[in-house]
């Protein structure tokens, strides 16, 4: 059935290329598209269709966010990392989520969706996992669970096949085999992997809102085997990939030791880094990765939230930008990090001025939520589709209320929004043309029972895996052991602040 919306009197920030901000504009949406977005009575609507319209004198209106990198599993560890690196974050990550049934994945994704949709973000790159192995079940599950919401997402099943103690230099920090016992030693079925993630490919390839891709591991974390497959596949399929890359100072050790050119030229020769390929945190980076980035073509997606909680580094951001390199940005697992996207543009501002001392370089508001609109869209393979309020684009859209504590009195509006927005000012979302929030509260599932049930199951997940998190802790000692002696090395580039 057609529809037709029109949302009169809002604050319009367009997030075009000329920052243009419409004051008492309007907004009309048909069917999937948005007809037109400018000032208010210059549009005159010569159809048939009865209009809903939309009071929005009280709204600003904005493109909707794109968070570029998450992993559904986390939203049932909320408030399970404190104080420790990554890698052991890792461990505790592989012991703690235990084995899932579809049902838990599927509460865990929509536990994640609804909090994402309810801040403003309408599409997301999840790089899914489920423990103990991917299943058809379980990624279907996932999928339908942003279908239920209504949020655009592309699933990028997270795969490697190489034992964590072979991922990381432990050299002389080695763990005993007692410490070790525990963690997965049989390599995974790379075969049953691909012919998960095609079936799932096959089944969600009509669905307008949710799309498969490949989501391979870091890829220190995989074989050469793997990689030739994954590069294969995509090409086959048409598909982009997704992976984490460069994410800590250790894995730029791994990476010596894997290529010395380095990660991206060595994932380009498995077909792994170009237009359709995106990479998660590219912390450690240095000048050559950087400009093999740019000529790929690839998208760098930024988690300012994640690599603080982590101590991971702080991202080069200016230094992406200025090569060129498109950055998205995104939340990282909602076990380290909130899903408010306002919070990642927000951080992402404020560490890059604190890396460069001349303010001229400092990027302004505007450009900077551009980041979490077009280059996510872009992405997402959505560049010109989405991530601006104009007539013809997908109509993602999102009205704040300007009549809240964060917009009173109101300076420039795109200013205010990336300094004071938290997500709690989310009053309608849109997303495809759909309302699928209206005022504040997702309208399409029943949000207390989904609370109540990733209640339950995330007590049955904490007292299942109590045995294994306890012996991933005895492996702390050596891993930060680990860690410090890799940033004591004069390796690469610095990216931890020094006071």
């Keep these: 059935m ?13 997030l075009d290329e000329k920052q243009s901000v419409i004051v008492d504009g309007e907004i009309w949406i048909e069917n999937d598209k948005i007809l037109f977005c400018g000032p208010k009575k210059v549009f005159e609507y010569k159809g048939s269709k009865p209009v809903k319209k939309i009071d929005g004198r009280d709204r600003i209106a904005i493109p909707g966010l794109v968070n570029g990198h998450v992993h559904s599993y986390g939203a049932l560890l909320k408030g399970s990392v404190d104080a420790l690196p990554l890698d052991a974050f890792m461990i505790n990550a592989i012991a703690s989520a235990g084995k899932r049934s579809p049902r838990d994945a599927y509460v865990s994704a929509i536990l994640g969706a609804i909090e994402m949709v309810s801040t403003g973000t309408t599409a997301c790159l999840d790089h899914c996992s489920h423990r103990p192995f991917h299943t058809t079940e379980a ?89 030739k497959k994954a590069g294969i596949f995509c090409n086959k399929h048409g ?19 894997r290529d010395q050119r380095g990660f991206v030229k060595y994932l380009h020769d498995y077909g792994l880094a170009g237009p359709l390929s995106s990479f998660a945190h590219f912390v450690w980076c240095s000048v050559d990765e950087i400009d093999a980035l740019s000529k790929a073509g690839a998208t760098v997606v930024h988690n300012p939230s994640s690599n603080l909680i982590l101590g991971s580094g702080i991202q080069p951001l200016l230094s992406l930008v200025e090569s060129g390199v498109p950055v998205a940005l995104g939340t990282d697992g909602l076990n380290a990090a909130n899903g408010s996207m306002f919070e990642k543009i927000r951080l992402a501002t404020l560490l890059h001025r604190v890396t460069e001392s001349d303010s001229d370089f400092w990027i302004e508001a505007g450009p900077m939520l551009r980041l979490a609109t077009v280059n996510g869209a872009r992405m997402l393979g959505a560049e010109n589709k989405r991530g601006v309020l104009k007539a013809g684009q997908h109509a993602d859209i999102v009205l704040l209320d300007s009549k809240s504590i964060t917009y009173t009195p109101l300076g420039d509006p795109e200013t205010q929004v990336l300094h004071y927005e938290s997500g709690n000012s989310v009053r309608e979302v849109f997303v495809s043309g759909k309302q699928i929030v209206e005022n504040g509260e997702v309208s399409s599932i029943n949000k207390q029972s989904i609370f109540d049930e990733a209640i339950e199951i995330s007590k049955r997940l904490e007292r299942d895996a109590k045995s294994a998190v306890n012996r991933a802790k005895k492996m702390h000692p050596n891993i930060k052991s680990m860690v410090k002696r890799v940033h004591a090395t004069e390796c690469g580039p610095c990216r931890i602040a020094r006071i």
């Design 239 to 257: 598909i982009g990939n997704h992976t984490h890359l460069l994410e800590a100072k250790t894995q730029l050790i791994m990476s010596k030791i």
């Design 2 to 14: 057609s529809s037709l919306f029109s949302i009169e009197g809002p604050t319009i920030i367009t």
């Design 139 to 227: 990624l279907d599950a996932i999928a339908q669970a942003y279908a239920d919401v209504g949020m655009r997402a592309s699933l990028a099943p997270m795969f490697s096949d190489l034992p964590f103690v072979e991922t990381v230099p432990f050299e002389e920090d080695m763990p005993n085999e007692e410490l070790t016992t525990w963690l997965p030693k049989n390599k995974p079925n790379i075969e049953a992997y691909f012919e998960t993630v095609e079936e799932v490919l096959e089944n969600w390839a009509a669905h307008p809102l949710v799309n498969i891709m490949l989501g391979v591991d870091s890829p220190q974390r995989c074989s050469d085997k793997l990689l």
